[in-house]
């Protein structure tokens, strides 16, 4: 099956790749930048694997947010009722940046544990 094509509304070079089972390829016509996964159980809950931008220049442009709305959206017409997953700070994204990213997009935080009723 061919993946969905998302082009970015602002910058044009930029596409995501939704391929099935929940994959998705943050791309430019040269280069891989970043992904994103979840998988759906029988529960109907979407587990957010990762969602990462490989670049720091890319970061805080709106671009996470994007593709965290066109991966919930995915999980939606899959039937999906929740999306959940685990905070994972490293050394380039800190807690308060995570959390600050999911708070804005609906996300409820419990801990390290997300969760936004879809």
């Not at 220049?57 to 017409?77: P, Q």
């Not at 994972?88 to 804005?104: A, H, R």
Request: charged share 25%.
């Amino acid at each position: 099956m061919e993946p969905i094509i998302y082009r970015h509304h602002k910058y044009q070079d930029l596409f995501l790749e939704e391929y099935e089972g929940g994959l998705f390829y943050l791309k430019t016509d040269s280069m891989t930048l970043g992904l994103a996964a979840y998988r759906i159980s029988n529960s109907k809950i979407a587990h957010l694997i990762d969602i990462r931008l490989n670049r720091v220049e890319i970061r805080r442009k709106g671009i996470g947010s994007w593709m965290l709305n066109i991966l919930c959206s995915s999980a939606i017409r899959e039937g999906a009722t929740s999306i959940e997953g685990t905070l994972k700070p490293d050394k380039y994204i800190t807690w308060g940046d995570l959390k600050s990213f999911y708070l804005k997009s609906g996300f409820e935080i419990q801990e390290l544990r997300i969760k936004k009723v879809l």
